[in-house]
């Protein structure tokens, strides 16, 4: 099961060595994940790709109103 993200963005100045070792942990078991998913064709490319992110955008666009209500 995954880790939750650490919270972004980082102040790398205070940063503990624990806390660096934590997320680039984290980060590298995200890259192995992407890599596995690439390897077995679980991506999408071109028109649908650019339509999954539009919507994405939209929900984000639609939060930030919400919120700004």
């Given at each position: 099961m995954a880790q939750p993200a650490?919270?972004?963005p980082l102040d790398l100045a205070t940063?503990?060595?624990a806390e660096r070792e934590?997320?680039?942990a984290w980060e590298l078991e995200r890259?192995?994940?992407a890599d596995a998913d690439m390897a077995a064709?679980?991506?999408i490319t071109g028109e649908e790709l650019?339509?999954?992110l539009?919507?994405?955008l939209a929900a984000v666009k639609a939060a930030m109103v919400r919120e700004a209500g």
């Open positions: 650490p919270k972004y940063e503990t060595p934590a997320r680039l890259i192995a994940e064709g679980r991506y650019d339509a999954f539009e919507s994405e």
